[in-house]
């Protein structure tokens, strides 16, 4: 796969904590550092989002998504009060993020009128399994005026949430998780083609010649190509593609062919049982001496070790794939 389909097969739902949080004027709400990633979408109103020092002014339809969770605030109008979400949930018995619940969850912030809504949820992004994809990505991932685009993918989520807003119901949490996936699917699509990027496979998307060099390699990761060959698929003469791609991804075509291999090599060994040397072979390696040079190169480790490693980790009751 090209790098931004590794991003979205990556995203996976966590918490059923499926919330709508209402906000009442000149009032923050604080959100504590958790596991995940949390997303939000405007429903209504205009909020001020903060952490640290990055301060991102919101409308309605704008969606929202920090890769790496950190503490942050919502702020409508101006910060008069502030609300801890850890103690409004705390003082409604509601559970913790991390815990399944067959019901969507309304939270009231501050007094009425209650002029702006967030639409909240935490996914989780396997960045074990992406970790070249997810170290582009910024800390705030913000895709502004999404309202006409998202509309056909938020419907359905505030549906689901009228319809679990009373008491649990089986099979919510599996439905939500579906139309969640979804909606993230499609925003962070949207922001990764439609926003500007410096640098990295998110910039390099953005540019066609690249861009089909990128998904030729995700199509083929075991065909032995050259600069030529890809210069080929691009369309471009093998100097000018060179050039390109290092300016864009900030790194050869051959280093970024290897790092890609040995990713899929470390998926292939966590996850199968294939030997080492079939794995190579399949990743365009005939030689396993050679296959596990580029492993240790890039994982610090043979591909035997590794997959002791990563069986060793399962069996005694790991937490899974990192997450952040």
């Not at 005026?145 to 009373?166: C, H, Q, T, Y």
């Not at 925003?187 to 030729?216: F, Q, Y």
């Amino acid at each position: 796969m090209e790098p931004l389909s590794q991003l979205l097969a990556a995203v996976r739902i966590s918490s059923p904590l499926l919330s709508v949080i209402r906000i009442g004027r000149d009032t923050a709400v604080r959100i504590d550092s958790l596991s995940g990633s949390p997303f939000n979408y405007v429903i209504k109103g205009s909020l001020t989002f903060t952490s640290g020092d990055t301060v991102v002014p919101l409308e309605r339809g704008d969606f929202l998504m920090l890769p790496r969770w950190p503490v942050h605030e919502f702020t409508n109008g101006e910060r008069l009060h502030t609300a801890s979400l850890k103690d409004i949930y705390e003082g409604l018995g509601l559970p913790s993020w991390s815990e399944d619940l067959d019901q969507s969850i309304r939270i009231d912030v501050g007094d009425p009128p209650w002029t702006a809504e967030l639409l909240s949820g935490t996914a989780i992004l396997n960045f074990a399994a992406v970790s070249s994809v997810a170290r582009a990505l910024p800390d705030v991932i913000h895709l502004g005026g999404a309202l006409n685009r998202l509309k056909p993918w938020i419907e359905p989520v505030m549906l689901l949430i009228e319809d679990g807003s009373g008491e649990p119901r089986m099979g919510f949490n599996t439905v939500a998780t579906r139309a969640i996936e979804m909606l993230l699917a499609v925003a962070l699509r949207d922001w990764a083609l439609s926003s500007s990027h410096e640098r990295g496979w998110l910039r390099a998307i953005g540019h066609p010649p690249v861009a089909r060099a990128l998904a030729a390699i995700g199509r083929a990761p075991g065909r032995h190509w050259t600069v030529a060959s890809l210069a080929a698929e691009a369309g471009l003469s093998r100097s000018v593609f060179a050039e390109t791609f290092h300016r864009l991804m900030d790194e050869t075509p051959f280093h970024y062919l290897r790092r890609y291999r040995m990713q899929l090599a470390a998926e292939r060994l966590s996850d199968g049982d294939a030997s080492p040397a079939r794995i190579g072979a399949q990743l365009g390696y005939d030689n396993p001496l050679t296959f596990s040079r580029a492993f240790r190169s890039v994982h610090g480790t043979s591909p035997s070790r590794f997959r002791k490693a990563r069986a060793a980790r399962g069996a005694g009751g790991g937490s899974g794939p990192d997450a952040v």
